[in-house]
């Protein structure tokens, strides 16, 4: 099977389309930016060269972000009406923003504590870790009995029928 088809079997022709559009665009971009294979001696020739690359390169950029937008909205669109409004669910920005903190708490600590004394923490880390293993039990003790159609019920409720 070829690359295309296995991306649309993959994630759906919206992605595809956007695939093929943006690389038809680096190449493009890639075309206009590769020099002349003459040489030119005009100043003012290759100041309008690097003016007319310029501009290609901001056009092209401007395209890739209008398509990875466009491409954006179509998967909110795709999302399901039931989720709307729960946090981590209804847009990706809170996760983004998770990520952003964490990352930037996992490069800030270890700078932090260079040269201090570790805490101790062993105070909240056994209670935490207690209330771990009791939420993990609770879960594996539920899974067999969701698992079961009669007995599943979803805090969401039944995915509706499509025509």
Same mark, same amino acid.
């Given at each position: ?8 079997? !993959? !994630?759906?022709?919206? %992605?595809? $389309? %956007? ?5 038809? @665009?680096?190449?493009?971009?890639? +075309? &206009?930016? +590769? #020099?002349?294979?003459?040489?030119? =001696?005009? #100043?003012?020739? $290759? &100041? ?8 290609? %390169?901001?056009?092209?950029? +401007? ?15 795709? /999302?399901?009406?039931? @989720?709307?409004?729960?946090?981590? *669910?209804?847009?990706?920005? =809170? ?5 952003? *903190? ?5 490069? /800030?600590? #270890? ?12 105070? /909240? ?7 771990? $293993?009791?939420?993990? %039990?609770?879960? $594996?003790? &539920? ?5 079961? =159609? =009669? ?13």
């Amino acid at each position: 099977m070829n690359e295309a088809g296995d991306i649309q079997g !993959c !994630c759906g022709s919206n %992605f595809l $389309a %956007f695939a093929l559009r943006l690389r038809k @665009t680096l190449k493009n971009l890639n +075309q &206009e930016i +590769q #020099p002349d294979r003459e040489s030119n =001696p005009d #100043p003012l020739r $290759a &100041e309008s060269d690097k003016d007319s690359i310029m501009s290609a %390169f901001l056009n092209s950029t +401007q395209s890739i972000i209008h398509e990875a937008y466009n491409y954006y909205l179509w998967t909110l669109s795709l /999302a399901d009406d039931r @989720t709307r409004g729960w946090p981590l *669910v209804d847009s990706p920005m =809170p996760t983004i923003l998770y990520t952003i *903190v964490y990352l930037a708490i996992v490069w /800030a600590g #270890p700078r932090f504590m260079k040269n201090r004394r570790p805490y101790k923490l062993t105070w /909240a880390l056994i209670p935490y870790n207690l209330s771990m $293993a009791v939420l993990n %039990f609770y879960i $594996a003790s &539920e899974e067999p009995g969701g698992s079961l =159609p =009669p007995s599943h019920k979803p805090a969401i409720g039944p995915y509706p029928e499509q025509d």
